[in-house]
């Protein structure tokens, strides 16, 4: 039923900083570009920041998971452009470690080193 991971949709109430924030972290230009919705392709997948926050509670997340190639090196990325750490580098079986952090905006961002 499930294939894989599409897109990634993030909450934003500020869209020209979020846009701006995630070009300075992926490195990415966004190939849609619009005051309603920006999406950008990550290697196939699409993170889509949307400024519409009705009906969003903060703190009702899901955490969904990018692939990194250093845990660490992207800890220290996304913290010094402002992201705030939820779980610091955690080993979750072999050569498999995760870490969780908050962007500026309040969204939850996995990223996982090794699978």
């Not at 969780?100 to 309040?106: C, I, V, Y």
Request: glycine share 10%.
């Amino acid at each position: 039923m499930l294939k894989k991971l599409r897109t990634v949709v993030y909450h934003v109430a500020d869209i020209e900083a979020a846009k701006n924030w995630y070009i300075k972290i992926t490195g990415v230009q966004p190939y849609f570009d619009e005051p309603f919705y920006v999406g950008f392709d990550i290697n196939g997948c699409e993170l889509g920041l949307d400024p519409d926050l009705t009906n969003i509670n903060p703190g009702n997340q899901s955490v969904a998971y990018w692939a990194v190639d250093d845990v660490q090196a992207a800890v220290k990325k996304m913290t010094e452009a402002g992201a705030s750490i939820v779980q610091e580098k955690t080993n979750v079986g072999g050569p498999i470690f995760v870490a969780s952090l908050n962007d500026p905006f309040g969204n939850l961002i996995g990223i996982i080193e090794g699978a």
